[in-house]
């Protein structure tokens, strides 16, 4: 068995230390040392730093996947966003509204009250009955859309928030207050 000498990655002490041998405690200081062989020089390194290191990397990679979540969601988000808005005839996008729907309901409904109280008389005043009919399941329709917009970004705000608390806590940092907007 051959013996190596090292100095002790603490406090410098001489060490043997045989060929083998991976971990040890210096005789002097206690530190426990991982000792490391390359080709051409053998040397000690304190475990506390190493251990460190390793946190630091383990920290940094935490945040680096949170991020990542962060984004896969916002991602996720857009997607899910895209799909829940109404087009109106023109093409252009919005967020559904229940107050909308429920106007706009009421208004199809009174023009068919309206149209039918003024064309009682004549075959065409069942017309109005159509309108209020259509009035109710474009308020009912419009209302249940604005309803799951509401829910689905209620769920992705959750879920962004605790995904943003985790990340502040692995930076060390204090989660972000409830009511502020991040």
């Known amino acids: 068995m051959e013996l190596k000498a090292v100095a002790c990655g603490n406090c410098g002490a001489p060490l043997q230390v045989p ?8 005789n002097h200081c206690a530190s426990s040392l991982e000792i490391k062989h ?10 506390a730093q190493i251990d460190e290191r390793t946190e630091r990397i383990e920290q940094k990679l ?5 991020q990542s979540e962060l984004a896969r969601l916002d991602s996720a988000w857009q997607v899910t966003r895209e799909k829940l808005m109404v087009t109106n005839k023109r093409g252009h996008k919005s967020i559904p509204s229940k107050v909308g729907a429920v106007i706009g309901g009421v ?21 109005g009955l159509v309108f209020i009919a259509l009035g109710l399941f474009g308020a009912a329709t419009g209302y249940s859309k604005a309803n799951a917009y509401e829910l689905a970004e ?17 930076r060390g940092e204090q989660p972000a207050l409830p009511w502020t907007n991040s």
């Open 19 to 26: 060929d083998a041998v991976r971990f040890l405690n210096c």
């Open 38 to 47: 390359t080709e051409s020089v053998t040397y000690s390194e304190q475990i």
């Open 62 to 66: 935490e945040v680096l996947e949170l």
């Open 107 to 127: 208004i199809a409904v009174l023009f068919g009250i309206l149209f039918t109280s003024v064309a009682s008389q004549s075959p065409v005043g069942l017309g």
């Open 154 to 170: 209620w769920e992705y705000q959750d879920n962004r928030r605790q995904i943003q608390d985790r990340l502040s806590s692995a």
